[in-house]
């Protein structure tokens, strides 16, 4: 069976910081940026390429700001 292979994009502009996606990734693919957003916010970024496309962080997000996408093998 072939590896799933996700990707995630997060609106960083809209993000707040609140973290609840970090602990939601089994695969530990999301971490805070050091830099800020126009609002002043840490926002999350993806930070190496292990994401399955389990959604785990999307559902979690309260303020919708995770697109996940997973490639079909």
Request: net charge neutral; proline share 3%; glycine share 8%.
């Amino acid at each position: 069976m072939a590896k799933a292979i996700g990707a995630i994009v997060i609106d960083t502009e809209r993000c707040k910081g609140c973290e609840v996606c970090i602990g939601a990734c089994p695969q530990s693919v999301i971490a805070m940026a050091k830099a800020v957003n126009s609002k002043g916010y840490h926002y999350a970024e993806s930070v190496n390429d292990d994401c399955t496309g389990c959604t785990n962080c999307a559902v979690v997000c309260p303020d919708g700001v995770i697109t996940v996408y997973r490639v079909k093998s």
